[in-house]
């Protein structure tokens, strides 16, 4: 019973990080491309939270791909 939880939560983090970076993107720091902007400025208020979106989105289909993993190895 508990490979049933496994997988639906991690099928869960996988589709809800899978739509994040789809409205979001890949992030850009993973790439080694972020824009820059003026210290302080609105834009660079704007790059870091959109690419702290990107990050958690992310990390949240890592998660669900390594939950879903484990149900199927126990």
């Known amino acids: 019973m508990e490979d049933f939880w496994l997988q639906a939560v991690g099928l869960g983090l996988i589709f809800q990080g899978a739509l994040i970076i789809w409205v979001g993107g890949f992030p850009l720091s993973l790439r080694g491309a972020l ?40």
Do not use: C, N, V
């Open 35 to 74: 824009p820059s902007a003026e210290k302080d400025s609105p834009e660079a208020f704007g790059i870091f939270w959109i690419e702290q979106y990107r990050l958690i989105g992310f990390t949240l289909t890592l998660l669900g791909l390594g939950l879903f993993m484990l149900s199927l190895l126990g």
